[in-house]
């Protein structure tokens, strides 16, 4: 019986050890100060000394990898991605940001330019315009190539500020002026060769129309000609096909003590982000974790203010002998604060020239492109001879 015993609370001991580690492995506990075990367990013989094998295994990455929509519009999408580093999610924002090509104005000819705007400030607001057209259709346009009109597109602004007649002096200036105000709607498309009929179904157009370029009065002018061309992020922000690429860990609250009773509803008002709830268990009022993906992670559930307060209520209630730091204490230690290492919660924004989904469809294949580059440089160097 005794042996029994031993070899039950051995393997009680080896059960809490192996959760322990997995705990390490998969989660970033948050305390008061600074969170803990933040770094990701790679190689392979991270805990080798516990007889444990943590290498990459490519079969339980398809088990495990999972990705699921959230929220979807035209303009950003919000999905998770369970199942992969911290390295890979990066990996995706970086390439969003700098990677995935999209067409912008690159070169501004000024003919004539009598506002108050100067050349170079115009010219800077042209290329920050985003262009609505497939990049997949215009090639690249390599240094000391000529422009053509399989590399380039072409769009001219010629507008004149002249006054309306028969409009009163106090008139506002959009309605006694005729091109007092110059927006992205204004710059009109070029088509240069076969451009006509290869975007016949999508000629290209600033995105939005409403971008306002410039202020004119009389008799001031505007003359010019933009010239675009394919580029990326890494070489000028205007490539850039989002306005913002993030995610985030999914955050985790768990209790290690039942919160219940005036407690419960203290620690669910002490959360600005409304992610507690309250719901009867086994007759008693309890605090629950409802809406976990709000948590914005301030900590206030494990600072421990609305612990404090309860403390002292309940010493009062208790009576002599009752310690209110220890009862606070002991609340606080309830809430369990973390968040899922290998578990994002991935928002892209994008500036409309391409549709979300798109883009991180795109930033999928300029990775794999990437792996095959370095695959190819591999079998190379170390092919024999």
Not at 44 to 58: E, Y
Not at 276 to 302: H, L, M, Q, Y
Not at 328 to 342: D, H, P, T, Y
């Amino acid at each position: 019986n005794c042996s029994i015993s031993n070899r039950l609370a051995r393997l009680h001991k080896e059960k809490e050890g192996m959760e322990a580690i997995q705990d390490l492995r998969t989660r970033v506990r948050l305390n008061e100060d600074a969170p803990s075990y933040t770094s990701s367990f790679l190689s392979h013989d991270s805990f080798q000394a516990l007889g444990i094998d943590t290498r990459f295994d490519i079969e339980q990455f398809k088990r495990d990898f999972k990705l699921q929509i959230i929220s979807q519009s035209h303009e950003e999408i919000l999905f998770e991605m369970c199942g992969i580093d911290a390295s890979i999610a990066n990996t995706f924002r970086r390439i969003l940001i700098a990677e995935v090509p999209t067409v912008a104005i690159e070169t501004v000819l000024i003919q004539n330019n009598t506002g108050v705007v100067q050349d170079e400030v115009l010219a800077h607001r042209l290329g920050l315009v985003p262009i609505s057209v497939d990049p997949a259709r215009l090639g690249w346009k390599r240094d000391q190539e000529d422009e053509s009109d399989a590399n380039t597109l072409v769009f001219k602004l010629n507008v004149q500020c002249k006054r309306r007649p028969n409009i009163a002096n106090d008139a506002p200036d959009t309605e006694k002026f005729e091109n007092a105000h110059i927006f992205s709607r204004d710059l009109e498309w070029v088509p240069q060769g076969d451009q006509a009929e290869t975007y016949t179904d999508r000629p290209p157009r600033p995105v939005f129309g409403d971008i306002l370029l410039a202020k004119l009065r009389p008799p001031q002018e505007i003359d010019l000609v933009c010239k675009a061309i394919k580029g990326v992020g890494k070489d000028h922000a205007k490539f850039s096909p989002v306005a913002t690429a993030t995610y985030r860990l999914l955050p985790e609250i768990r209790f290690n003590e039942p919160v219940t009773g005036p407690a419960a509803q203290a620690l669910k008002e002490a959360c600005p982000m409304s992610v507690f709830d309250i719901e009867d268990i086994d007759g008693a009022p309890t605090c629950v974790t409802k809406f976990p993906r709000n948590c914005s992670v301030c900590r206030e559930c494990i600072r421990g203010a609305w612990a404090e307060k309860i403390a002292q209520q309940q010493a009062e209630h208790l009576g002599t002998g009752a310690d209110p730091q220890e009862i606070a204490i002991k609340l606080k230690k309830s809430v369990n604060l973390g968040r899922v290492k290998n578990h994002f919660i991935f928002s892209i924004e994008t500036t409309g020239i391409l549709a979300p989904e798109v883009l991180f469809q795109q930033a999928v294949d300029v990775l794999i492109q990437k792996l095959q580059n370095v695959v190819a440089s591999l079998d190379a160097q170390f092919k024999p001879q």
